[in-house]
């Protein structure tokens, strides 16, 4: 089992979210994640990878890993703002360290 971890920005940004279904969708996708079950995954960079939920305007939920067994989601978005998201995604892991 992997311990999910989740940022202040992340948990915004989840809870913010309007559509009920695409809350569900990706709720569903990060319990699948902490069974171990990645599915689809893109690293982009500087350790930090982004978990793509093909539904609506194609969410993305941006995550580091420390270790095996620890994932921290730190922040989400959708395609459109895909480039400012992996670039907080990444400056957000960095102040982790």
């Given at each position: 089992m992997i311990e999910i971890r989740r940022t202040?920005?992340?948990t915004n940004w989840?809870?913010?979210?309007?559509?009920?279904?695409?809350?569900d969708r990706i709720a569903a996708r990060i319990a699948r994640v902490a069974s171990g079950?990645?599915?689809?995954?893109?690293?982009?960079?500087e350790g930090v990878s982004e978990l793509r939920i093909?539904?609506?305007p194609g969410?993305?939920?941006?995550?580091?890993?420390?270790?095996?067994?620890?994932i921290i989601l730190l922040?989400?978005?959708?395609?459109q703002t895909q480039s400012k998201d992996i670039?907080?995604?990444?400056k957000m892991a960095s102040e982790l360290e």
């Open positions: 202040e920005a992340f989840f809870d913010g979210l309007r559509d009920d279904r695409a809350r079950l990645l599915g689809d995954v893109k690293p982009v960079g093909d539904y609506g969410y993305r939920v941006y995550f580091t890993q420390r270790g095996r067994t620890i922040c989400g978005g959708d395609k670039k907080t995604a990444k």
